[in-house]
């Protein structure tokens, strides 16, 4: 069956039984429908999550569809609770445009997935509708500043970078005009679109404490400056509180179950090569107030999301994983072995084998975090025994730990030497985690450590457009904040077409936008986007409903 259908066919159980089994009051208790809920902030528990384990799951350089991550994310938490450990897994929020695009949904496959899967991967609980209001009303009174002769901020146009957003691939958007028609229209500019994962409200939402320290946060957010050169902030616009009042449920953690009937979170959702690419720091801190293992993921390769994890998301709230699961697909190191996309079914030792030192260097970048890492080898029917059993006598004569997940085909059944491995080493292993570089280095610093140690760059280019950048960052006194690196998730590099573990190449930094609000900057590499485009035959195209309502072709 697909994905889908396997879905469709579990009996759900009321989110009321999922709660009552994890001793979480019905009073407390947001109800959307009977399958999913939201969960009031008062749950966190700061005392128990000091005594919680925190996983991570991370993976190599990724194919185009994807690894498995999410699948092999639920699929471990389930592997946990069958062994006697209380597990949860708390993942990032669907976004419609991959849903409607290349990759499809994002609650994990076959039987290790969240439920319902549908709602999940469409609308859900309307969290990405009030990020874009939030957003998109910051937007309009900004032009509405620009508009009005009195009472304005003296705002310099030219200045301003804040875009609006949509939950959508949609690249005819990426770079508009608006107020045409006169001046009864606005004062026209040019602007554009950025996907709703990219906004800055969504990176905040994932940062943020609590309500109150979201809406500080939202006054923090960067605007430009005025004609005489001073900076402008959301707080000077007095759009906080309403931003603020937007997000009121939005900021609240969603609680859906998984196929095996447990419980997940599920909250935010940046994309990696773009933001931070993991879920909120409330979901996270939540998970681990009501788990002992808490199963929580980064997107695309350990060089995205998983570095930001660690230097933005750690740091920020006070985190330390125990262990990393690195996932690795034999799809995906044959990939990186030069095998055409086109014959990834196809058995091929020699070119797995080529692949490999993709998944060595990633290991290798879990190494410079003090934290250690098992290797998680996520099953496709494709895959033949002597290429596993290839990839498992690479490391046979080493220390690292690897293990086959075959959750898509059996749920937490296929995981559970996986999860004696991790739950071995998470209650072993101390608080030994340490960031990459230090906040206080220099802008330039922290580039260069990360494009050098993670990616393996050579040296890093600056346009003249990035070094005005720096030197704008430095004379705001935002030189201090983290930095989000924006690359392909394709290539180590910020090339998408060096495969493997390429060596000798310069990345180039373009530019540097402020993303004060959320607590860092993101220089962007080569020609990354935040608005993607839908592929030629899109998922949408697909996807149908029948007169009962039930939905087919959502993958």
């Known amino acids: 069956m697909t994905d889908l259908e396997i879905a469709q066919s579990t009996a759900l159980r009321p989110i009321r039984q999922i709660a009552e089994a994890w001793a979480i009051p019905e009073d407390d208790l947001m109800l959307y429908g009977n399958y999913k809920a939201k969960l ?5 528990n700061h005392q128990k999550i000091s005594k919680s384990k925190l996983v991570l799951v991370s993976a190599i350089s990724p194919t185009p569809a994807g690894e498995g991550k999410t699948t092999v994310s639920i699929g471990l938490s389930e592997a946990l609770n069958r062994i006697g450990r209380k597990a949860i897994p708390v993942l990032r929020e669907p976004s419609l445009g991959p849903v409607f695009g290349m990759k499809g949904g994002a609650t994990g496959g076959g039987y290790a997935q969240v ?23 910051l937007a309009a009174l900004i032009a509405n500043n620009l508009h009005q002769v009195k009472q304005n901020l003296d705002i310099d146009p030219r200045t301003v970078h804040w875009k609006r957003v949509i939950d959508m691939n949609d690249r005819a958007l990426r770079r508009i005009i608006t107020g045409l028609g006169g001046t009864h229209s606005g004062i026209p500019r040019e602007t554009g679109f950025d996907i709703t994962a990219a906004s800055e409200v969504m990176a905040i939402l ?18 430009g400056f005025t004609f005489e050169g001073k900076p402008v902030y959301a707080r000077d616009l007095q759009a906080t509180g309403a931003m603020a009042a937007l997000m009121k449920d939005a900021v609240k953690p969603n609680l859906v179950q998984t196929i095996e009937g447990n419980p997940a979170l599920i909250h ?13 720091v ?73 692949g490999i030192p993709n998944l060595e260097k990633h290991l ?16 496709f029917p494709t895959d033949t025994d002597e290429e596993i059993q290839a990839l498992i006598d690479h490391f046979s004569v080493t220390d690292v730990r690897i293990h086959v997940a075959d959750v898509w085909a059996h749920g937490g059944a296929g995981a559970e030497t996986l999860a004696e491995s991790v739950a071995d080493i998470a209650d072993s292993n101390g608080t030994r985690f340490k960031p990459l570089y230090e906040n206080e280095w220099s802008v330039e610093q922290k580039i260069e450590t990360v494009c050098r140690t993670i990616y393996g760059a050579k040296a890093i280019d600056y346009s003249q457009q990035a070094r005005n950048d720096l030197k704008k960052i430095t004379e705001l006194g935002l030189d201090k904040l983290p930095v989000c690196i924006a690359k392909t998730q394709k290539s180590l590099s910020d090339n998408p077409k060096l495969l493997g573990r390429p060596k000798d190449f310069v990345v180039t930094i373009r530019e540097i936008e402020i ?25 949408a195209c697909k996807i149908d409903i ?7 072709g959502l993958f």
């Open 40 to 44: 009031p902030l008062h749950l966190i």
């Open 206 to 223: 994932c940062l943020a404490d609590d309500l109150e320290n979201l809406k500080e946060r939202f006054g923090n957010i960067f605007i």
């Open 364 to 379: 290798e970048n879990i190494s410079h975090f003090g934290v250690p890492a098992v290797v998680a080898v996520n099953r």
């Open 282 to 354: 409330i979901a996270t801190r939540m998970g681990m107030s009501l788990a002992d293992y808490t199963i929580t993921e980064a997107g695309f390769g350990f060089d995205l999301g998983a570095e930001k994890f660690f230097d933005i998301k750690c740091r920020s709230a006070g985190l330390a994983p125990q262990v990393v699961v690195l996932v690795a697909t034999i799809r995906a190191l044959k990939y990186h072995g030069g095998a055409d996309p086109g014959q990834l079914n196809k058995p091929d030792v020699a070119l797995l084998k080529a």
């Open 115 to 137: 439920l319902p899967m549908e709602d999940i991967n469409l609308h859900f609980t309307g969290d990405f509708a009030a990020i874009e209001k939030a957003h998109n009303l």
């Open 515 to 539: 993303a004060a609000g959320a607590g860092f900057i993101i220089p962007i590499t080569g020609n990354i986007v935040r608005m993607p485009g839908l592929p030629a035959s899109p998922a």
């Open 268 to 280: 935010g959702g940046p994309f990696a090569n773009i933001a931070q690419g993991t879920n909120s």
């Open 546 to 552: 029948d007169k009962e309502g039930r939905i087919t």
